[in-house]
């Protein structure tokens, strides 16, 4: 019994490792298209780090960027940012331990990830922003507007959950199998060597991060309902993200009628059809014209 579950295991990792490869490079295929120059980097301190940041774009209200698990700014925004840095100043971060940004004697969580962005808007004199989230970014992003309300004028969250249950069974049973090793020969570990102030620390993140997506959370029902922020959930109808638990967050922020019947509630639920976890940033186009329309639109809290 032990020697199939091992059979079966390994070639989940073969299987698994494979299409990780295939999807990022694609990924980084596409981001050799023409990309912004931002106008400012820094490291900002906070919370004990030196969180980088990049600024695109000088008018319009600021816009929060936070990438995905395992993610550098370039790799989750890098073909929205020009389109989206032409009417609004783009705020892109690396998270703890991710990117430029090292990693400190902290465990990894939404709510201090949240509470370090939090802490550089608060550095850069910025009383509220758009924040715009996907995958683990996205669940920092719900926490800035759980803990932060003040911050978040606008909120959008891609490929993300508020609770571990709202990742497909599939999902939650293959990310436990992650293994540093498995990212060798993939643009993951290409751009931790290129970025990482030591790319020698990749296994002891990979593992310190395995065991951060792998903990089973739930934000709570009551306090996803008690946003405020007007809400754009994207997500892709191949996502490791169910279908069922976006339309089960898009409930609690208040879609819950006909709109012919009253006025459009202050959330939005968009699901692409035909495209995974990772191609959904891939849609540039797509993304761009929903989250523009979402952000340009009269209103707010």
Known sequence: MKAIIGIHRDLFQKVFISILTFSFLVFHSFAQAPKATPVKTGYAPVNGLKLYYEV???????????????????????????QLSKTRQVIAVEMQGHGRTADI??????????????????????????????????????????????????????SAVYKYDGWSAETRAILP????????????????????????QLEDFGN????????????????????KSPTLIIAADGDGVMPEHAVELYR?????????????????????????????????DWVNTIVSAFLDAPGGK
């Open 208 to 227: 310190k991060m395995k065991k951060f997506i792998t903990t089973p959370y739930d934000f709570g029902a009551e306090k996803i309902r008690a946003i």
């Open 252 to 284: 609690l922020r208040g879609g819950k009628y006909m709109v012919d019947f009253g006025p459009a509630p202050p959330t939005q639920l968009a699901i692409y059809p035909g495209a995974s976890h990772i191609s959904i940033m891939m849609q540039t």
């Open 56 to 82: 695109y774009g000088q008018a319009g209200k600021p816009l929060v960027l936070l990438h995905g698990a395992f993610n550098s700014i370039d790799m989750a925004f890098g073909m929205l940012i020009p």
């Open 105 to 158: 004697d902290r465990p990894f969580s939404f709510e201090s990830m949240a509470d370090d962005v939090a802490a550089l808007l608060k550095n850069m004199a910025i009383d509220s922003a758009d924040i715009f989230g996907y995958s683990m970014g996205g669940g920092i992003a719900l926490q800035v507007a759980i803990r932060h309300p003040k911050l978040v004028r606008r909120l959008i969250t891609t």
């Open 177 to 200: 199998m992650l293994t540093p090793k498995m990212f060798e020969a993939t643009p993951i570990k290409t751009e931790y060597d290129k970025l990482a102030p030591d790319p020698k």
